[in-house]
């Protein structure tokens, strides 16, 4: 499987990542799956529930360093239905962390090549912080990809890099 292909870049207001990854299914799938927040949990490392609270917010818990757990809300800011999603936390400004998704049709039927960015407030001291924690944004994003694909292409996750220890290890039974 191909490894998704991620860049990051530091401004002075903040770090920013991107990563990308192609999914063999249709962007109305793959977009879909993706805006229920209640399916974040079974591919995103460190996300462990999402509550949905209303047609644009939800309440998130991570587990972060040391098995810390860490809640917060989102906010969806922007929507186009099959195409890309931009949400936030609802943390101050200078805490306050911004993701966008695109869902763009790929070569081939069925295909979509989905793209990433996630701004993190803070500048190199966040980026900083985040290396602290053990946490390369980029390489995360791409982890967290690979994982959206292979739920979506197989239905199982294998992945298990920048994930929770444990999380999608293979249950008995």
Known sequence: MPAPHRSPST???????????TISRAPSEVFAFYR???NLPRFLGDVTSVRL???????????GPRGLRIRWTVRVTQERPNEMISYKTTMPPWLRTRWT???DRADGP???EVSEVMSTPL??????????????PEDEMAANLRRLKQLMETGKVTDTS??????FAPRDG
Request: net charge positive.
């Open 11 to 21: 401004g002075r207001e903040g770090y920013t990542a991107r990563a990308g990854v």
């Open 101 to 103: 998704l695109r869902f």
């Open 110 to 112: 069925g295909r979509t």
């Open 36 to 38: 229920d927040f209640r």
């Open 123 to 136: 500048g190199k001291l966040g980026r900083a912080a985040l290396a602290l924690a053990g946490k390369s």
């Open 53 to 63: 609270t209303g047609p644009t917010t939800s309440r998130w818990t991570v587990q």
């Open 162 to 167: 920048y994930a929770v220890a444990g999380k």
